[in-house]
């Protein structure tokens, strides 16, 4: 199944410039002593920006104490997807963003539990869902099949949530959630996908779906997010 032309539209609508810091908002230096005392005041923050004019120019790091240029590898364009994003930021922290004349914003990790993201993310895991569950639809309505996968206690939880809907329930399967169309859809044969991957795939789906949650709790959930979005791309380009 081809990736859909909503969630192609949707990687290219909602780019780096709908969620960096602009820099108006930054807290920026006008030289490294100037940085230094900034960065002490400002704790939380990675770095601090030096402004040279109208632009910004370098960079003063809170934890190695050193001032450093912005150069290539420090600049996206302020094109780029927020798919794409995720990948940039696996390899660092943070980036500075291009716009047409200067560099016109700042995107730490963190970043990456804005509402477009999660949104952005949410979008790309109810097409993963949907597709698992095509894949063995014509099984949806076999109990055994579904309690011989899902397992006794899960497939007794589900169950036990349609019977509680009563007349507004319209189907059993509307109180699967994704790790168990993962499994559906590994169970009958359809894809090949593992548990530390399913349950990765469910960690992202809830923390896109909840407004309390993030996506990435620290640096080290960046890669994981990245493998995520690796992992339900090819099971859309597969299926």
């Known amino acids: ?29 006008t030289g490294e002593s100037d940085a230094a005392s900034l960065s002490k ?12 004019g109208n632009g910004l120019s370098a960079y003063y790091s809170r934890d190695s104490h050193q001032l450093s240029q912005i150069v290539v590898p420090d ?100 109180y699967l959630n994704i790790a168990d169309a993962l499994k559906l859809a590994r169970g009958g044969g359809k894809l090949g996908i593992e548990d530390s991957t399913i349950q990765a795939i469910k960690r992202v789906r809830d923390g896109a779906a909840h407004v309390s949650e993030n996506l990435v709790s620290d640096y080290r959930d960046v890669m994981k997010l990245a493998e995520v979005k690796s992992q339900c791309l090819q099971v859309l380009r597969d299926s």
């Open 1 to 29: 199944m081809a990736i859909s032309e909503n969630l192609k539209r949707l990687a290219s609508a909602f780019t780096v410039r709908d969620i960096m810091v602009t820099i108006g908002d930054l807290v920026c230096a």
């Open 41 to 52: 005041s400002h704790p939380d923050f990675n770095l601090i920006p030096i402004k040279n």
């Open 75 to 174: 600049l996206i364009g302020d094109g780029t997807g927020i798919l794409d994003l995720v990948d940039i930021l696996e390899s660092r922290e943070f980036v500075f963003v291009l716009g047409p004349k200067h560099i016109d914003g700042y995107i730490h990790f963190s970043d990456l539990n804005r509402s477009l993201v999660k949104f952005t993310f949410y979008v790309l895991l109810q097409e993963v869902e949907c597709v698992a569950l095509d894949l063995v639809k014509a099984r949806l309505t076999d109990d055994d099949f579904l309690e011989g996968t899902l397992g006794t206690r899960r497939f007794a939880q589900i169950q036990q949530s349609y019977k509680r809907a009563g007349d507004a329930g319209q189907s059993i399967i509307n």
